[in-house]
């Protein structure tokens, strides 16, 4: 069973709805930094600012393009939800693919027209695109150690500081994900 499946998907749809109908977020919004190269996570809100190490996909190098490539994505997205009974100990979704994905995946030829029209137009509607395209999906920050490389596109953190993490972030916050 994947993260997705095991959040209620009604709270999935509903944060995703949240995070899209207003274009300026709340005061309490923070933003998470990945930098890939550096393995670093930073969360900042009302500066504060707290880092913490990560280990990435198995191929971190690189934006990601289709589902099974290892890699972690890179671009703007939020926090859609917090899933507590994650089998990595703990989880935070992230809002991939976004439209710039969708349309550089588009373009490659991973994904069709009709395929980019249906993530667009669910993203559009506040809606969840589909989880399950050549894109790939179910991305998440996640625990269960950052000591290497290991996921299949994800962040993960130690359990000690995904427990800090989980408890400081709140669905709407802001996630860029740099090289």
């Not at 980019?116 to 669910?122: F, G, L, N, P, Q």
């Amino acid at each position: 069973m994947n993260e997705t499946t095991m959040f209620n998907r009604a709270g999935w749809t509903a944060s995703v709805a949240l995070m899209l109908c207003a274009l300026s977020l709340p005061a309490w919004a923070a933003q998470i930094t990945v930098f890939k190269s550096k393995r670093l996570l930073e969360y900042k809100v009302d500066g504060i600012t707290r880092t913490y190490k990560i280990g990435l996909g198995g191929s971190p190098v690189g934006h990601k393009l289709r589902q099974g490539d290892r890699k972690t994505p890179e671009g703007s997205y939020v926090i859609t939800h917090k899933n507590p009974q994650s089998q990595y100990y703990l989880s935070l979704g992230i809002s991939y693919p976004n439209l710039n994905d969708a349309a550089r995946a588009r373009q490659s030829g991973v994904i069709s027209n009709a395929q980019y029209a249906a993530i667009d137009a669910a993203i559009r509607q506040g809606r969840a695109p589909s989880q399950h395209t050549p894109l790939g999906g179910d991305v998440f920050i996640h625990g269960k150690g950052a000591g290497s490389d290991w996921t299949l596109g994800c962040v993960a953190l130690d359990d000690k500081q995904m427990r800090e993490l989980y408890d400081l972030v709140r669905p709407g916050d802001k996630v860029d994900i740099r090289p």
